[in-house]
């Protein structure tokens, strides 16, 4: 404990710490998807298989809907811990929590040496990250993808620095981990290394740059490794239950312009979003402002990756972690701030330490007895308990081939298998459409959409636009149950459900 406050990077991760558990106690957690990635996980470990159709939809089971399990086994890992936590969110969303922590103690420890010389520019920037790290860091598959596009970008790090090809080796077992854990994002696995073989030739004193930019370079025999990684990437890539369909993957999700205009997480940065706001816009204009800034000449490569991410980022906002994990590596060396501050003796900073120690800790308390008194710690987005008025009633009723206007990710923990649910790459084109409660139903009578899908129910929003065609056809519509908006939070009211039986 005595080598703990005599650490020279004390006050980055006790203030982290402190940062990072105000921002998972006091806020909102976001449970997008838990049910979904659970139910899947109890689905595989039951069946002892790997679906290749969406399972779980009583309309992806009816037509054999083909449907890529690419989080089969990160689902796997997360119904393991969720069968071991038990059914508290406040145990999942402290797993979230000390998660997230590790990975920033862990980029504050390999950047040290920076973070001392440019200690308050640092300590800012570490500030940004970690705000944005906490928005991404719940409990959902793509948090394996940090993991792994760290451990890439740390074996070209090295690559670089060393020239030795050892450091290459790992990114083909990176692949196999990559494919099968989140295959969504897997493509960055093989494209990082042909992006840095590609840069190697950028001929930087032709273009008149040297006086900003350098670039050290790889020697010629030496870069053709980092072709073969790239190959045997992809061939990790295939190294799961679906083969080389999962090489492909990536690119038809980012064809699926449904998912691209309708998914939060998917849609492209946007200056009047508020989490864009928050989780993105922050990090980008640091980052830039520091480069543009900077005294030190830039590392053309580093200027290059940060320009793609840039991009990808602009593209859809869920990429700007990618950003983000990528300045962890190189963005501290371009800070001009001052250095950690002179302590006369290591008696005095210790001292200084313990009384940072006990501020942090008051604040803590004193802030969760606050919250506690105003509406108790730790809430969490969940539908289940939301809702639970409207999906006690369509377990009691069990319809067989429900229309769900909303995610179906709730239905199977009731027993109820959905129309859709939040695989949005399975449902793609018109069930996608359809089930959206943001779609009108303009380009689509609901008559000829009940007759093709056979419907016996539906459940959707009371802001829903085919409230008002359920309301003109009372004969085909019978109201089980419609919650009252006054009787539910005023932040939720618009989220009020209702719950009809449909007339064959």
């Known amino acids: 404990?005595?080598?703990?406050?005599?650490?020279?990077?004390?006050?980055?991760?006790?203030?982290?710490?402190?940062?990072?558990?105000?921002?998972?106690?006091?806020?909102?957690?976001?449970?997008?998807?838990?049910?979904?990635?659970?139910?899947?996980?109890?689905?595989?470990?039951?069946?002892?298989?790997?679906?290749?159709?969406?399972?779980?939809?009583?309309?992806?089971?009816?037509?054999?809907?083909?449907?890529?399990?690419h989080e089969w086994l990160a689902q796997i890992i997360f119904y393991s811990i969720y069968s071991f936590l038990g059914e508290s969110r406040d145990l999942i969303r402290a797993f979230c929590f000390l998660l997230c922590a590790f990975f920033l103690f862990f980029i504050i420890r390999l950047n040290k040496e920076e973070m001392e010389k440019h200690y308050f520019s640092s300590y800012f920037y570490l500030a940004i990250i970690t705000l944005s790290f906490y928005g991404f860091f719940v409990f959902r598959p793509h948090i394996f993808s940090f993991f792994l596009f760290f451990a890439e970008i740390y074996c070209l790090t090295k690559f670089r620095k060393t020239l030795r090809a050892k450091y290459l080796m790992f990114i083909p077992v990176v692949a196999v981990l990559w494919a099968n854990l989140h295959g969504g994002s897997s493509a960055l696995v093989y494209i990082l290394p042909f992006l840095l073989f590609v840069f190697n030739f950028i001929p930087l004193d032709k273009l008149s740059l040297s006086h900003k930019f350098y670039m050290d370079k790889i020697p010629s025999k030496k870069s053709l490794y980092l072709l073969l990684s790239g190959a045997l990437a992809i061939l990790g890539l295939m190294i799961n239950p679906y083969g080389y369909e999962m090489v492909l993957y990536p690119y038809v999700n980012m064809l699926d312009t449904n998912m691209l205009t309708y998914i939060l997480e998917w849609v492209p940065l946007n200056i009047t979003m508020r989490e864009h706001q928050f989780l993105i816009f922050p990090v980008l204009i640091f980052a830039w402002f520091s480069l543009?800034?900077?005294?030190?000449?830039?590392?053309?490569?580093?200027?290059?990756?940060?320009?793609?991410?840039?991009?990808?980022?602009?593209?859809?906002?869920?990429?700007?972690?990618?950003?983000?994990?990528?300045?962890?590596?190189?963005?501290?060396?371009y800070f001009n701030g001052a250095p950690a501050p002179f302590w006369s003796?290591?008696?005095?900073?210790?001292?200084?330490?313990?009384?940072?120690?006990?501020?942090?800790?008051?604040?803590?308390?004193?802030a969760g007895f606050y919250k506690a008194s105003v509406g108790g710690l730790m809430p969490y987005d969940d539908q289940l308990e939301k809702h639970a008025s409207i999906f006690s009633s369509v377990k009691e009723e069990s319809p067989k081939r429900l229309w769900n206007r909303i995610s179906g990710n709730e239905f199977t923990v009731i027993g109820v298998k959905p129309f859709v649910d939040g695989r949005a790459d399975a449902f793609t084109g018109e069930p996608f459409m359809i089930a959206n409660r943001n779609m009108s139903l303009s380009y689509y009578d609901p008559e000829d959409l009940i007759h093709k899908y056979k419907f016996d129910s539906v459940v959707l929003y009371l802001s829903d636009p085919m409230i008002s065609y359920i309301r003109h056809n009372p004969s085909k519509f019978t109201l089980v149950y419609a919650e009252n908006p006054l009787d539910m939070p005023e932040d939720y009211r618009r989220e009020a459900m209702a719950f009809y039986n449909i007339s064959p």
């Open 345 to 366: 003796s290591e008696k005095e900073r210790y001292h200084h330490n313990v009384r940072l120690l006990i501020i942090i800790c008051v604040y803590l308390v004193l």
């Open 1 to 69: 404990m005595s080598a703990l406050f005599r650490n020279k990077l004390y006050f980055f991760y006790l203030t982290v710490f402190a940062f990072l558990a105000s921002l998972y106690l006091f806020n909102e957690f976001s449970m997008d998807d838990y049910n979904l990635h659970i139910e899947m996980g109890r689905w595989m470990v039951v069946h002892g298989e790997i679906p290749h159709i969406a399972v779980g939809s009583w309309y992806g089971e009816e037509t054999n809907l083909p449907w890529i399990a």
């Open 292 to 333: 543009f800034q900077t005294k030190s000449k830039i590392d053309l490569v580093d200027f290059l990756f940060l320009f793609v991410f840039t991009i990808m980022t602009f593209k859809s906002g869920r990429f700007s972690m990618y950003f983000s994990l990528y300045s962890t590596f190189c963005m501290w060396k």
